[in-house]
């Protein structure tokens, strides 16, 4: 069974930064592509930044690009994400998921939340002065 744990979320102050960590179950960073996304209240769920199966490439949501970026440690099995200069407008549950479509498309970032199939239960992030 595929599971994502999701820690590192609290609040945090306007231009701080913050790691967010993602375990997944053994293997799992090996074989799916992995993506964060974040929901605001009243909004609906966004990709901020994806990384493919193969680890070589990344790609991020304009509103992030600069600011956020997505690292692994395989023998961790930990997926990250690394959050700096935040702002107010980057306050939102932020969740971690994988997509076994990676298997067939191994450097392929994926950035649709309906390719998806495994999610965590979120963590929460609150930015403000």
């Known amino acids: 069974q595929v599971r994502l744990v999701e820690s590192g979320g609290k609040w945090v102050q306007t231009g701080g930064s913050l790691r967010l960590s993602c375990v997944a179950s053994e293997g799992v960073l090996r074989n799916y592509a992995m993506g964060w996304f974040r929901q605001a209240p009243g909004k609906e769920r966004e990709n901020v930044a994806g990384i493919s199966r193969y680890g070589a490439s990344t790609r991020y949501a304009d509103s992030v690009e600069g600011r956020f970026t997505i690292s692994r440690e395989l023998f961790k099995n930990t997926l990250y994400l690394q959050m700096d200069d935040l702002q107010p407008e980057d306050t939102a549950v932020y969740y971690c998921?994988?997509?076994?479509?990676?298997?067939?498309?191994?450097?392929?970032?994926?950035?649709?939340?309906?390719?998806?199939?495994?999610w965590g239960q979120g963590t929460e992030v609150t930015v403000s002065s």
């Open positions: 998921a994988a997509t076994n479509r990676g298997q067939y498309f191994g450097d392929h970032v994926f950035t649709d939340p309906e390719t998806f199939g495994v």
